[in-house]
């Protein structure tokens, strides 16, 4: 599991959602939680952190682009082109799930998920990025 400082951008144009994703991660242990209603926003925050997120979880659609388009900034990125990303829709078609991760989504979650799902995906994440830098 990631380590429960681990600084996290839930990014999600739906209010509710950001706060129900933030519940559960502090369910978690996590606190370092930072929200975002938008790409630009995003993009903004993740610019200026500094440390740098160590995990994002974003929505797919939403206005003013997407995550998709966002996760292509994020992997061009030298100073974040390996931090986990999660991408969190309601899209559940294969060919989505195959985009996503093609453009280098760490893991994805279809929405609505619960504390258990999330949990799951964290787990999953991070036990992939931990294999990829140790092997």
Do not use: C, Y
């Not at 681990?6 to 959602?17: A, H, N, Q, R, V």
């Not at 740098?52 to 998709?68: A, K, R, T």
């Not at 994020?74 to 294969?94: C, H, L």
Request: aromatic share 6%.
């Amino acid at each position: 599991m990631f380590p429960k400082e681990t600084k996290i951008l839930i990014i999600d144009d739906f209010t509710s959602l950001r706060q129900i994703v933030a519940k559960q991660l502090k369910e978690l242990g996590f606190s370092n939680i930072t929200e975002a209603e938008d790409i630009r926003k995003a993009w903004e925050l993740i610019n200026n952190a500094n440390p740098p997120f160590g995990l994002i979880l974003s929505d797919w659609n939403m206005p003013g682009g997407n995550g998709i388009d966002l996760l292509k900034r994020i992997r061009s990125d030298d100073r974040n082109k390996k931090t986990p990303f999660i991408m969190m829709t309601t899209e559940s078609e294969t060919s989505k799930i195959i985009n996503a991760v093609m453009e280098g989504s760490n893991n994805f979650i279809v929405k609505p998920f619960n504390l258990e799902i999330l949990k799951t995906k964290l787990e999953a994440t991070h036990k992939a990025m931990t294999s990829a830098t140790h092997s």
